[in-house]
């Protein structure tokens, strides 16, 4: 019932910033709380940044800690990943994902999100 798409990737130099938005264009957007996932070139997915269904709570992975922050806009059904100091280890596909969770919180695990966005590939050139 809910669909993702993510935009505001591109190719940046080491330093700079970006900013991706995913756009849901389920009715029940307020519902889910939202993570932002990335995958490098041979490596396994993971977690970036989570936001709870209110977007009062937030929680990052220590890689991105102080330079990533997450934020939701549900009026526009939408969340955000604004990117700063960007570093050639952020390059990979990020993805959003939305999940029911049974408590007003949020997880890191991406075995909990039951969808999906078609991923944004960021580059960040040294």
């Known amino acids: 019932q809910v669909q993702l798409v993510e935009s505001g990737g591109g190719l940046v130099q080491a330093g700079g910033s970006l900013r991706l938005s995913c756009a849901a264009s389920g009715r029940s957007f307020s519902l889910y709380a939202m993570g932002w996932f990335r995958q490098a070139p041979g490596k396994e997915r993971e977690f970036v940044a989570t936001v709870s269904r209110s977007g009062g709570i937030t929680d990052y992975a220590d890689s991105v800690k102080g330079r990533f922050s997450i934020s939701r806009d549900n009026a526009k059904n939408t969340v955000y990943l604004q990117m700063n100091s960007l570093k050639p280890d952020d390059t990979a596909v990020y993805y959003c994902?939305?999940?029911?969770?049974?408590?007003?919180?949020?997880?890191?695990?991406?075995?909990?999100?039951?969808?999906w966005g078609q991923g944004t590939q960021v580059t960040v050139s040294s």
């Open positions: 994902a939305a999940t029911s969770l049974s408590w007003a919180g949020t997880s890191r695990n991406d075995a909990l999100y039951n969808y």
